[in-house]
């Protein structure tokens, strides 16, 4: 499993092993085998890379951690994150431990499809980030300055492939129900920004009317 974490293994996934806690302890008296926290163990000398922070973090936090909010966006090569200081979230009621790698915060539910692996690393996908940024733009004095970062935020994650505007406003029609702080300006931002309107989507979708056609 280590070869497949970037050398990393977590405590909580012993069982999975068929390890024990004494088996971890023999691994560390080596010398081989360093605590990268008090809860994750990796093989001394290895380099250190954003791949290896990030998933230590998330292995840290327990399992079924995804990256969150700015530390996601980051992962997925968005201008202006970096994971410097990382963000990570779990559910609600789910076991947790304070993590010395990472900002844990906790949610009340995740959509399935809001989650994705990338590069190995469990991570929210950039849409369910961008909407937990507009909550910082969710009150009246700020709605105007949200409009404009979040909007390029929005083309930016767009420009990248990373949402397209259907999913924005799947998205929108589905967590307003909830009341979900954000949910005023991330509507207004998507009527702003209709299904097929850009670049990216038009393209896709006359190829789907291309592959269509040649079907018939």
């Known amino acids: 499993r280590s070869s497949r974490q970037e050398g990393l293994l977590a405590k909580f996934q012993l069982g999975a092993l068929g390890c024990t806690s004494d088996h971890w302890w023999r691994a560390k008296r080596t010398g081989r085998w360093i605590d990268v926290s008090p809860r994750v ?9 954003e791949a290896r922070r990030a998933l230590a973090a998330t ?25 410097r200081s990382i963000e990570v979230a779990r559910l609600r009621g789910m076991p947790t ?3 010395t790698l ?9 959509r399935p499809h809001d989650l994705i692996v990338v590069g190995g690393v469990c991570t929210e996908t950039a849409l369910r980030a961008i909407w937990c940024e507009a909550a910082g733009y969710a009150s009246p004095a700020r709605f105007d300055i949200g409009m404009m970062k979040i909007g390029r935020l929005l083309d930016e994650a767009n420009r990248l492939k990373l949402v397209t505007w259907a999913g924005l ?18 509507r207004a931002l998507a009527e702003e920004r209709q299904p097929g309107s850009s670049a990216t ?3 896709n979708e006359t190829q789907f009317e291309e592959i269509l056609e040649r079907r018939r």
């Open 169 to 186: 406003h799947e998205m929108v029609e589905d967590i307003h129900q909830r009341g979900r702080s954000g949910t005023v300006l991330m």
């Open 59 to 83: 292995l840290d936090s327990g399992p079924a951690t995804m990256l969150h909010r700015r530390s996601a966006l980051a992962w997925q090569g968005v201008r202006g994150y970096d994971l």
């Open 102 to 110: 990472a900002q844990v915060h906790f949610l009340r539910n995740v």
């Open 41 to 49: 163990i990796g093989p001394r000398g290895a380099p250190e890379s």
């Open 97 to 99: 431990w304070r993590s």
């Open 201 to 203: 989507e038009s393209r």
